[in-house]
């Protein structure tokens, strides 16, 4: 059992969801709003940490009441305009329990309970930003869906009905804003299944993904969605989280731990890829700091082959230490599938969020 280290005791993971929100936050929020990131404004209302564990034990249990605490607390800070807070309060609340009510096998059905509890507390995470009509469609929220869901797999019943909906939706919209004019419609068939491809390679992708909470998971796809598309150039976990799924709530020292005991990437070893990262400048620092006195007329090529030759064993502790990786190699071909799987299916969950959720928001 994973057991975290506060203060002078030792708490178990289990005993920190048990905690209240702001006993989950373990005191890295915002000192005015608790359950916010300090990096962030607080108006812009993104969560401090991944709360995807903390509402599946109350989503679990039926417990609206504090799913709309949740909400409640990730936009207390912009909650909106018109309303007292206890109104405000009682909105939250209601569309908790719509949340929670709503009927998700009308369209996606064969789902495991597991994949219906991961569902729904996607959903939370969504709501505390989005209304669940047509207009989810116009942001990334989709991307988000994709990338929490996909060890899962559902049956989609009546695409028809909601390719129908979003259609009709489109072009009512385009008679009124020029925006939507540049939708075109959709075909029938258009909506891919939410089903991943029978493929042991990313089968074994998506295992390790599994456990993870919803935030970590989609900072992994985020993660092995850069990788592939860029494989030569070493990153940090930190640096490919993408602010959608940060917006959802991630603390990234934490997933990026959770990530790395995947063992889906591993520490960077390729020199020449990470140099190219490095501005001009940055080598001829790097260079001096060395002891090398390169001309002013060197290119940047040639200053990191100086790099190479002359402090090689520097800059592979440097690389080391700044947290750079790379893709495991065994799980290279795993990880392209997944990407084109989230490509495919992102329009599916685009219309199924938009009309097909039966969440009153």
Request: charge should be negative.
């Amino acid at each position: 059992m994973q057991t975290l280290e506060v203060g002078s005791s030792a708490i178990t993971y289990a005993d920190r969801v048990a905690c209240d929100l702001t006993g989950f936050t373990e005191g890295i929020g915002h000192p005015d709003f608790p359950c916010l990131s300090r990096a962030h404004s607080p108006s812009s209302c993104v969560p401090c940490v991944d709360f995807s564990p903390w509402l599946r034990d109350r989503v679990n249990r039926g417990d609206a009441e504090s799913a709309g605490e949740y909400l409640w607390r990730v936009r207390q800070a912009n909650p909106g305009a018109g309303a007292s807070e206890e109104e405000f309060r009682g909105r939250y609340r209601a569309l908790a329990e719509s949340l929670l009510e709503a009927q998700l096998g009308i369209h996606l059905r064969d789902g495991s309970d597991e994949a219906y509890l991961d569902l729904r507390v996607a959903l939370i995470l969504l709501a505390a930003h989005e209304g669940f009509s047509g207009f989810i469609m116009t942001g990334e929220a989709a991307d988000f869906l994709a990338a929490a869901l996909c060890p899962h797999g559902f049956t989609l019943v009546g695409p028809e009905r909601l390719v129908g909906l979003r259609n009709e939706f489109v072009q009512r919209m385009a008679s009124e804003m020029s925006y939507w004019s540049t939708w075109p419609p959709l075909a029938p068939d258009a909506l891919l299944p939410l089903v991943p491809p029978d493929d042991p390679h990313l089968t074994a992708v998506l295992d390790l993904l599994l456990p993870l909470p919803l935030g970590a998971r989609a900072h992994a796809a985020d993660v092995l969605r850069h990788l592939v598309a860029d494989p030569s150039i070493p990153r940090t976990l930190a640096s490919l989280s993408r602010y959608e799924t940060r917006k959802r709530g991630l603390d990234v020292a934490e997933s990026t731990r959770l990530i790395m005991d995947t063992g889906l990437v591993v520490p960077a070893t390729e020199l020449k890829g990470w140099l190219s990262g490095w501005t001009r400048r940055d080598l001829l620092g790097f260079l001096a700091h060395c002891g090398v006195r390169p001309r002013n007329s060197w290119s940047k090529e040639r200053l990191a082959e100086a790099a190479e030759v002359e402090c090689v064993e520097l800059l592979r502790q440097r690389m080391s230490e700044s947290g750079v990786v790379e893709l495991n190699p065994k799980h290279i071909q795993g990880a392209r599938l997944l990407q084109q799987y989230l490509d495919g299916v992102k329009e599916t969950w685009r219309v199924w969020l938009g009309f097909g959720t039966g969440v009153a928001s």
